[in-house]
């Protein structure tokens, strides 16, 4: 970790294209950290306005802008596609020489995309770029990509590894690493989960995340590898930094599926990854929400948010702050949705509610935020109120 | 270009995953360009055996070992997918400054896959991982796609851009980049194109590459850049190595359309990337192929071949030598099938035939060469012959 300068990291930008970034605005912390988001939008924004014409040439995507994943019509299916890279997270993992989560961290990304639009994951493809191809590190790779596999109910048919060594640096010389997934899921007719059947009073709910994910690794780098060693034992954690920064990503095919199942009226899906709950306000319905009751965030949030001297706003766009997925569900279908989560992998809360709200903001009120399509800040209108009353 | 140093070249080894490794063996000089192609095949091996079981976890690959593209079937379509990067062909771009061809490779690569399994494409994604996200870079990578998804009538739908800058290194610093794209294309129902149907005596036509694609780049740059400045002007060529190198990828679409129009039956077809004509060698009849009136190589093979004193037999695995996509038809219809590709963008030649051969072996009698998996060697049964009738 020694090579890991705190001042050079780097964060995927997250941004599915046809859609706007992802990437935080506004935070000095993070320019400094290696994401120079103001020339990172902007190169972006020259490129999807390249790419837009495109649509016309093949079959273009179903899905406008702002979703997790693009969907297409073939014949009489639809399918939905998403790519995306496991990002920095990479970096700690050749530090630590722990390889067994980053795989994982390809299938979850690319599944709970899938998952945000409604679909059901078929297959994935994947490509691994390597400085060197070490048989010992494949064989991680292909073991947790494997594991990952059976838990998201998809089959890896292709991909390509490539020994670009001149093109990768990693922690040390020989160690760059690259991995990028790609998933294809099954849109059932109908519906594409795209908020717009939310009312006022439909509950939000929060599915657990484990741990930061892959989102937010240039934060927590510049904050926590200046400081801290990747071996140091953490109270906090009850066990090391890289252990802590290395848990795998939570996979929640398991959660869709039993409330499918269940005949549960989901009405909107959202995969927290980069923008944290910001992702709620891509639903299409003229609704905001207000999240009452969200779990306490994890000890690895409140260390980097302490340690970094971060404001909560900041933190609320970067992390995913102990929630990884978020559901919309009708009120009175709440109650039986969290007694059929309660038989799956990860914990789930009724954390907030649907207001009506034309600008789509997310309220967090014990924190004093709301936030629209970029950021979150201090809710002076709440303020003013409080200020009033008092 | 002086930071590319000759023995620190590298190249994609091409392998789709569920596929046998595509990097060419046996080479000591590609060895000394950065392939580790022993060390590269056995992490392969690795990765591949930890990802088989994964088939029965969702929707498995119609296609077994060795084809360029995997496919699937979703309720009532087949649908081919495949995921390729651009490779070391990006290190040049760098150096040279000029990215117009790099995004038309990332389609090329992807599309003349789906191409190579009979299927029609229909969108693409692509990554775009940075240093720095230049919106010039940006925008030529974004025209080039266009352009490319133009010529390959597909829609680009999504994908991801990541500023990772600890991750990646370039020709000089900043400049690092990686491009990965993922295709999707419609398979017919029928025949998956897999060859089963090729008798001997049927006809092998090849179209024109345009320079050398993707492929040995590691090679080429070993041999090329350690003798020539990218900015010098090669008469062999008529322009600068650098515009030589950095020719766009040839697409087949338009070719592979009208010979569907034209009712043209085609047995097979094979993206002739890696491994270069070794790829007929993996069609399922009994068949091999005797290669008799092959184009003359263009120049840049002539000189990466005398400059680097290359064997013809390592040119021929590692390179395309002017042959960018080969088709199999019945002889009946080779004649019509050159008449309508001589509509088409690219050249096309009769380049000989289909023999009995159990070993599926591929032979290029002028070159007094035999080709099975993975390598081209002397014919010593020819020379054998040769010697006997002399």
Redesign the interface.
């Known amino acids: 970790m020694g090579s890991?300068?705190p001042l050079?990291?780097?964060?995927?930008?997250?941004?599915?294209?046809?859609?706007e970034s992802k990437?935080p605005m506004g935070s000095s912390l993070y320019a400094k950290s290696?994401?120079?988001t103001g020339?990172?939008e902007?190169?972006?924004s020259?490129?999807?306005?390249?790419?837009a014409?495109?649509?016309?040439?093949?079959?273009?995507?179903e899905t406008g802008v702002g979703r997790s994943?693009?969907v297409?019509r073939?014949?009489?299916?639809r399918?939905a596609?998403?790519?995306?890279?496991v990002?920095?997270k990479?970096?700690v993992a050749q530090a630590a020489h722990s390889y067994d989560a980053v795989g994982i961290d390809c299938v979850a990304l690319n599944v709970n995309n899938l998952l945000g639009v409604g679909a059901t994951?078929?297959?994935?493809?994947?490509?691994?770029?390597c400085e060197?191809?070490?048989?010992e590190?494949?064989?991680i790779?292909?073991?947790s990509?494997?594991d990952a596999?059976?838990l998201?109910?998809?089959?890896?048919?292709?991909?390509?590894?490539?020994?670009?060594?001149?093109?990768?640096?990693?922690s040390a010389p020989g160690r760059?690493?690259?991995m990028?997934g790609?998933a294809?899921g099954?849109v059932p007719e109908g519906d594409l989960l795209d908020g717009s059947r939310i009312e006022p009073g439909d509950r939000v709910i929060g599915l657990a995340s484990n741990g930061i994910h892959s989102n937010g690794f240039s934060l927590a780098r510049t904050v926590l590898l200046g400081r801290f060693e990747l071996g140091c034992q953490m109270p906090e954690f009850g066990h090391t930094l890289a252990e802590e920064l290395l848990r795998p990503a939570a996979i929640y095919v398991e959660e869709l599926r039993a409330l499918r199942e269940a005949g549960i009226d989901v009405k909107a899906a959202a995969h927290i990854s980069g923008d944290g709950m910001l992702n709620l306000h891509r639903v299409e319905a003229p609704v905001g929400f207000e999240l009452t009751a969200l779990p306490a965030a994890p000890p690895i949030f409140r260390v980097i948010e302490e340690v970094g001297k971060i404001d909560r706003a900041e933190m609320r766009v970067v992390f995913n702050m102990g929630v990884g997925f978020a559901l919309v569900v009708p009120p009175g279908e709440a109650d039986r949705a969290l007694e059929v989560l309660s038989g799956c992998s990860h914990a789930a809360w009724c954390i907030g509610h649907a207001v009506a709200d034309a600008e789509r903001r997310i309220w967090i009120p014990s924190e004093g935020l709301v936030g629209s399509s970029k950021q979150f800040m201090r809710d002076t209108a709440e303020a003013t109120r409080a200020a009033a009353s008092s």
Chains 1, 2 share one sequence.
């Open positions: 890991d300068s050079e990291g780097s964060e995927p930008q997250g941004s599915e294209l046809s859609q990437s290696g994401v120079d020339e990172a902007h190169a972006l020259r490129l999807l306005l390249e790419l014409p495109t649509q016309v040439f093949g079959t273009p995507s994943a693009a297409i073939v014949g009489p299916v399918l596609l998403t790519m995306n890279g990002g920095t990479l970096l994951p078929l297959a994935m493809l994947d490509y691994i770029g060197e191809a070490d048989p590190i494949f064989t790779l292909g073991r990509l494997a596999a059976r998201a109910e998809v089959s890896i048919i292709g991909g390509e590894t490539a020994q670009v060594r001149d093109m990768l640096r990693g760059g690493l690259d990028v790609v294809i099954l």
